[in-house]
């Protein structure tokens, strides 16, 4: 109860905020009761959304557009508000000036707010208002092919260049375009590689919002060496609550069978290996394991048999199972592909130069390439999206890895 009071107060003052702004910008009636009807009935909008939502259900179309319309509207007030914020903290010590320096009763204490500053404010938050809208038309089906050459001394020879695609957290469920998923099937095809390696979240919850994509992720075409999968946290329907413990079993087994409707072999803490030319290239697959997640992932059962330096290629949806356990596992794990952050769908990156997003604060592998005394992992930014209905800087992944024999070029 006082998490909810501190909530709806934090929310009041951003929107005590944002109508100052507003008002001082324009002091016109009619705008004011406009701007004020507007804002309620948003605010009534998005208050309706959250009580519709089904925990039994989970994501849905409506609870999508909630936390969209919220983050579009909210994020931008947000910013109006810091820098009003901080005007008040200057109008403040104005008015303390003015009582001790130059007192002057005939001159109101607290200086009032000046226009230029709201303007500015207004000004800033136009910028994420505009992206957050965009990311959400557009930004959510922007797929990038990201290539990177990995470099390994003891990778087997036969297996110089061999190329691999990854993709990661589809998460079906939450799709509205046919035409756009197609064209990613297509851009998917289009790599050509020898190998494809889905990292988990084939679905947000329920096994049937992968029914109506089956036949468009079966276009993927067959790869020389197979096309193999692991388990996303989200995979395992454990975000809602279940009639019974039956059903969420028959969810999950339905959600393993997925995997192979769409040809794919599912690695359930096992691996297989790749042969070319007398020489052998292993894939591991664990289930989820993931700090704060579910642990479910056995790496020991799954190397098990395997040579501790033998030639190993991990997919592990959690990062955070990298950071923990891989990359000081005794078995020598090459290299590590996962996902799940998303990168939060959210950032601002310039490939090769820049990259933030809030994510980071929370996971250190986040987006792109990491290594740790030769050992490498790969997190991709995801293929599909999740409980915010677009992505603005960091957009949907299509990865494809060269893999070279030798030491990285200086």
Not at 135 to 153: A, R, S
Not at 303 to 308: A, C, E, H, K, T
Request: hydrophobic residues 40%.
């Amino acid at each position: 109860m006082v998490r909810w009071i501190i909530l709806l107060l934090i929310f009041g003052l951003i929107e005590l905020y944002a109508f100052q702004a507003f008002k001082t910008v324009n002091k016109d009636k009619g705008f004011i009761i406009s701007y004020l009807v507007i804002s309620i009935a948003i605010v009534g909008i998005i208050f309706y959304g959250f009580t519709q939502f089904d925990r039994s259900v989970g994501q849905n179309r409506m609870s999508l557009f909630t936390l969209g319309l919220m983050l579009v509207i909210y994020v931008p007030k947000m910013l109006i508000g810091l820098v009003l914020f901080g005007e008040d903290l200057f109008r403040v010590f104005c008015a303390i000036s003015r009582y001790f320096v130059d007192y002057d009763s005939n001159t109101p204490a607290l200086p009032e707010r000046r226009k230029f500053i709201s303007q500015i404010a207004l000004g800033l938050a136009a910028i994420p208002f505009a992206s957050l809208i965009y990311g959400i038309f557009e930004g959510k089906y922007n797929y990038k092919v990201i290539t990177t050459k990995l470099h390994f001394p003891d990778l087997p020879a036969a297996f110089d260049g061999l190329k691999i695609t990854q993709i990661s957290d589809v998460h079906s469920g939450s799709f509205d375009n046919p035409e756009k998923i197609e064209y990613a099937i297509d851009l998917i095809n289009q790599q050509e590689t020898d190998l494809i390696l889905f990292t988990g979240d084939i679905v947000n919850t329920h096994a049937t919002e992968m029914h109506p994509w089956i036949d468009t992720f079966k276009k993927i075409k067959p790869h020389r060496f197979g096309k193999f999968a692991v388990l996303g946290n989200h995979d395992y329907g454990e975000y809602v609550s279940w009639p019974s413990q039956q059903e969420k079993e028959k969810n999950f087994s339905d959600i393993k069978k997925l995997y192979g409707d769409i040809d794919f072999k599912l690695l359930l803490n096992e691996h297989t290996s790749i042969n070319k030319d007398g020489e052998a290239l292993h894939i591991v697959g664990v289930e989820n394991w993931g700090k704060n997640f579910k642990q479910a992932g056995d790496l020991g059962k799954a190397v098990s048999g395997l040579d501790r330096d033998a030639f190993k290629i991990l997919m592990s949806h959690d990062p955070s199972h990298w950071e923990y356990e891989v990359k000081t596992h005794p078995s020598n794990v090459h290299l590590t592909l996962s996902g799940h952050t998303h990168g939060l769908q959210f950032g601002i990156e310039i490939p090769g130069f820049f990259k933030w997003s809030p994510v980071q604060y929370v996971y250190k592998q986040w987006a792109g390439l990491y290594e740790h005394e030769n050992r490498k992992i790969y997190v991709n930014r995801g293929f599909g999206f999740h409980a915010y209905p677009g992505r603005v800087g960091i957009w949907p992944e299509i990865s494809v890895f060269e893999l070279k024999k030798g030491e990285k070029p200086a």
